[in-house]
C-alpha cells in the first residue's frame, strides 16, 4: 500500500476519527502532522492493540479541526467562545490559521470577536504576510532581485530585524531632527540686500532685516541634503515593498512624499520670491509634516497596546461619531441663529453677521469661550448659559460609551498577549525536547 493511502486511526475525547495519512501531511508542523512519522508511538498515547492514538480533548471541536486539513478553509463552530477555539488551535499546533469569509462575518456581528479579530489580523499578520509573501517570491525566483528585495525590506522598514536596519533608523531620525531645528530657525521672510538699496524702508512687522538672501540660501541647501536621505530612503522602501497599493495608501508613506517637494520649489523659486511672498506660507504649511514624520520612531520601540487598541475603538464607535457630529452641527446653527436674533432685538450685539455666530456658537458649546465674542443683552446671555450646558451635555454623554467600548478591546488584548505568550512558551518547550530533524532533509538531497 502507498504510504499517502495509509490510514491513520484517532481517539478524541472517546471519539474515532479515520484519515489518511497524506490529509494530515497538508499542514507540515502541526502537532496532526507528526502522527505521519514513524516515532510518533514513542511521542503520542498510541494503543498497539487498536493502533489508535488517544488525545484528551474536545471531540466537538476537533472535527471543524480535521475539516481544516481536509479543505484548507478553517470555520469557527457555533456558540464557541473565540478564546477558546484559540486555545485548541494552539494544542493541534496551527499558528496563524485564517478563518473563511463566512465565519468572519459571523464573528463581526459581534463585539467582543469583532475586536479580538481586528487585533490579530492588524498587529500579528500584516508583518509575517508581507514577510511570507516575499518569502514566497524568493522561492519561486532565484533572480538577484528576487533574494534582495526581502532584506532590502527589512532594512529599511523594519528596524527590528537586524542591527543594521536599527542604525538605519536612526540615522533617518537624526535627519528628521535636523530637518525640525531648521524649519523651526530657519526664517519665513528674507531681503535680497543685493537687490535693493541700504536706504530703502523695510516693513518691520513682515521682513527681517538681519537675515540676508544668501543665509537664507545656505539653509536650504542644508535642508536639500536631509531631503536626499529622505528621497533615497523613501525610493527604497517603495521598491522593495511586497505590496505596492498598500505602501502608497499609507497615511505615513503620503505624508514622507509629500515633504520631499517643498525644499525644491523654494530653491527654483528664489529668484522671484519677492514678487509672490505668499509662496513661503504655502510651504511653510507643507513643511509641518516634518513634524509628523517623527511618528516613525514608534517603529524602533514596540508598539504600545494603548494605542494599538484606540484605532479599534475609534473604528467601533464611528456611528456614535457621526451622530454626535450632527448633533453638534445643529447646536451651532440653532443657538448661533437664536443669539444674533436675540441681540438685534435690542440693536446692540457683538456679532458682525450670522457667520460670526455660528463661530460664537461652536467655542461656547466646546466650552472654550475666547471671549472675542459675548453676548451683551439679557436675553443674550440667556441664551448663552443654554447653549454653554449643552455643550457640557454634549461633550460628557458620549464619553461613558467611548470608555466601555476601550475597556472591551483593552481587556480582549491584555487575554491575547497572555495567550500569545504562554503559546510561545509552550512552543519552546516543544522545540527543546523534540528538536526538528534538520539532517534528514539534507540526506535526501545528497543522495
Same mark, same amino acid.
Given at each position: 500500500?502507498?504510504?499517502?493511502?495509509?490510514?491513520?486511526?484517532?481517539?478524541?475525547?472517546?471519539?474515532?476519527?479515520?484519515?489518511?495519512?497524506?490529509?494530515?501531511?497538508?499542514?507540515?508542523?502541526?502537532?496532526?502532522?507528526?502522527?505521519?512519522?514513524?516515532?510518533?508511538?514513542?511521542?503520542?498515547?498510541?494503543?498497539?492493540?487498536?493502533?489508535?492514538?488517544?488525545?484528551?480533548?474536545?471531540?466537538?471541536?476537533?472535527?471543524?479541526?480535521?475539516?481544516?486539513?481536509?479543505?484548507?478553509?478553517?470555520?469557527?463552530?457555533?456558540?464557541?467562545?473565540?478564546?477558546?477555539?484559540?486555545?485548541?488551535?494552539?494544542?493541534?499546533?496551527?499558528?496563524?490559521?485564517?478563518?473563511?469569509?463566512?465565519?468572519?462575518?459571523?464573528?463581526?456581528?459581534?463585539?467582543?470577536?469583532?475586536?479580538?479579530?481586528?487585533?490579530?489580523?492588524?498587529?500579528?499578520?500584516?508583518?509575517?504576510?508581507?514577510?511570507?509573501?516575499?518569502?514566497?517570491?524568493?522561492?519561486?525566483?532565484?533572480?538577484?532581485?528576487?533574494?534582495?528585495?526581502?532584506?532590502?525590506?527589512?532594512?529599511?522598514?523594519?528596524?527590528?530585524?537586524?542591527?543594521?536596519?536599527?542604525?538605519?533608523?536612526?540615522?533617518?531620525?537624526?535627519?528628521?531632527?535636523?530637518?525640525?531645528?531648521?524649519?523651526?530657525?530657519?526664517?519665513?521672510?528674507?531681503?535680497?540686500?543685493?537687490?535693493?538699496?541700504?536706504?530703502?524702508?523695510?516693513?518691520?512687522?513682515?521682513?527681517?532685516?538681519?537675515?540676508?538672501?544668501?543665509?537664507?540660501?545656505?539653509?536650504?541647501?542644508?535642508?536639500?541634503?536631509?531631503?536626499?536621505?529622505?528621497?533615497?530612503?523613501?525610493?527604497?522602501?517603495?521598491?522593495?515593498?511586497?505590496?505596492?497599493?498598500?505602501?502608497?495608501?499609507?497615511?505615513?508613506?503620503?505624508?514622507?512624499?509629500?515633504?520631499?517637494?517643498?525644499?525644491?520649489?523654494?530653491? /527654483?523659486?528664489?529668484?522671484? +520670491?519677492? =514678487?509672490?511672498?505668499? !509662496? &513661503?506660507?504655502?510651504?511653510?504649511? %507643507?513643511? *509641518? #509634516?516634518?513634524?509628523?514624520?517623527?511618528?516613525?520612531?514608534?517603529?524602533?520601540?514596540?508598539?504600545?497596546?494603548?494605542?494599538?487598541?484606540?484605532? /479599534?475603538?475609534?473604528?467601533? +464607535?464611528? =456611528?456614535?461619531?457621526? !451622530? &454626535?457630529?450632527?448633533?453638534?452641527? %445643529?447646536? *451651532? #446653527?440653532?443657538?448661533?441663529?437664536?443669539?444674533?436674533?436675540?441681540?438685534?432685538?435690542?440693536?446692540?450685539?457683538?456679532?458682525?453677521?450670522?457667520?460670526?455666530?455660528?463661530?460664537?456658537?461652536?467655542?461656547?458649546?466646546?466650552?472654550?469661550?475666547?471671549?472675542?465674542?459675548?453676548?451683551?443683552?439679557?436675553?443674550?446671555?440667556?441664551?448663552?448659559?443654554?447653549?454653554?450646558?449643552?455643550?457640557?451635555?454634549?461633550?460628557?454623554?458620549?464619553?461613558?460609551?467611548?470608555?466601555?467600548?476601550?475597556?472591551?478591546?483593552?481587556?480582549?488584548?491584555?487575554?491575547?498577549?497572555?495567550?500569545?505568550?504562554?503559546?510561545?512558551?509552550?512552543?519552546?518547550?516543544?522545540?527543546?525536547?523534540?528538536?526538528?530533524?534538520?539532517?534528514?532533509?539534507?540526506?535526501?538531497?545528497?543522495?
Amino acid at each position: 500500500m502507498e504510504a499517502s493511502k495509509e490510514k491513520i486511526i484517532l481517539n478524541v475525547g472517546g471519539i474515532r476519527h479515520e484519515t489518511y495519512c497524506s490529509t494530515l501531511k497538508a499542514l507540515p508542523g502541526t502537532k496532526l502532522c507528526q502522527l505521519t512519522e514513524p516515532q510518533h508511538c514513542a511521542k503520542f498515547d498510541h494503543d498497539p492493540h487498536t493502533n489508535e492514538v488517544f488525545f484528551d480533548r474536545s471531540a466537538r471541536l476537533f472535527g471543524d479541526v480535521l475539516n481544516y486539513y481536509r479543505t484548507k478553509n478553517l470555520h469557527c463552530p457555533a456558540d464557541v467562545c473565540w478564546s477558546l477555539w484559540e486555545e485548541e488551535l494552539a494544542f493541534w499546533e496551527i499558528p496563524h490559521a485564517k478563518l473563511a469569509l463566512c465565519c468572519r462575518v459571523k464573528l463581526s456581528s459581534t463585539e467582543a470577536p469583532e475586536g479580538e479579530f481586528l487585533l490579530r489580523g492588524d498587529n500579528e499578520d500584516s508583518n509575517e504576510d508581507s514577510l511570507a509573501l516575499l518569502g514566497q517570491v524568493e522561492r519561486r525566483d532565484y533572480r538577484w532581485w528576487a533574494r534582495w528585495q526581502p532584506k532590502i525590506w527589512a532594512l529599511f522598514d523594519k528596524p527590528s530585524s537586524s542591527t543594521a536596519a536599527m542604525c538605519l533608523m536612526i540615522i533617518s531620525l537624526l535627519f528628521n531632527i535636523g530637518i525640525l531645528v531648521l524649519f523651526f530657525v530657519k526664517p519665513t521672510t528674507y531681503v535680497d540686500f543685493d537687490h535693493y538699496n541700504d536706504s530703502r524702508e523695510f516693513d518691520v512687522f513682515h521682513v527681517a532685516p538681519k537675515t540676508s538672501f544668501q543665509e537664507v540660501i545656505s539653509l536650504l541647501y542644508v535642508e536639500l541634503f536631509c531631503i536626499l536621505w529622505f528621497m533615497f530612503e523613501f525610493s527604497m522602501r517603495l521598491t522593495s515593498c511586497p505590496d505596492k497599493k498598500k505602501f502608497l495608501t499609507n497615511p505615513l508613506n503620503i505624508t514622507d512624499f509629500l515633504s520631499l517637494f517643498p525644499v525644491f520649489i523654494e530653491l /527654483f523659486s528664489s529668484a522671484h +520670491i519677492d =514678487k509672490m511672498p505668499e !509662496i &513661503l506660507s504655502w510651504l511653510g504649511f %507643507f513643511r *509641518v #509634516l516634518y513634524i509628523v514624520k517623527l511618528l516613525r520612531i514608534f517603529k524602533l520601540l514596540q508598539t504600545p497596546l494603548l494605542l494599538r487598541v484606540l484605532p /479599534f475603538t475609534f473604528r467601533s +464607535i464611528l =456611528k456614535e461619531v457621526f !451622530i &454626535l457630529v450632527m448633533i453638534f452641527a %445643529f447646536e *451651532v #446653527l440653532f443657538f448661533g441663529a437664536l443669539c444674533f436674533h436675540a441681540e438685534l432685538l435690542e440693536g446692540d450685539t457683538h456679532f458682525d453677521g450670522m457667520v460670526s455666530s455660528f463661530y460664537w456658537a461652536a467655542i461656547t458649546l466646546t466650552t472654550v469661550g475666547y471671549g472675542d465674542m459675548y453676548a451683551i443683552t439679557a436675553f443674550g446671555k440667556v441664551v448663552a448659559c443654554c447653549t454653554a450646558l449643552c455643550g457640557i451635555l454634549t461633550i460628557i454623554i458620549p464619553l461613558p460609551i467611548f470608555f466601555i467600548k476601550f475597556q472591551g478591546y483593552y481587556t480582549t488584548a491584555i487575554m491575547k498577549e497572555k495567550m500569545k505568550n504562554k503559546r510561545g512558551e509552550a512552543k519552546h518547550h516543544r522545540s527543546r525536547r523534540y528538536p526538528a530533524p534538520v539532517s534528514m532533509p539534507l540526506c535526501g538531497l545528497i543522495k
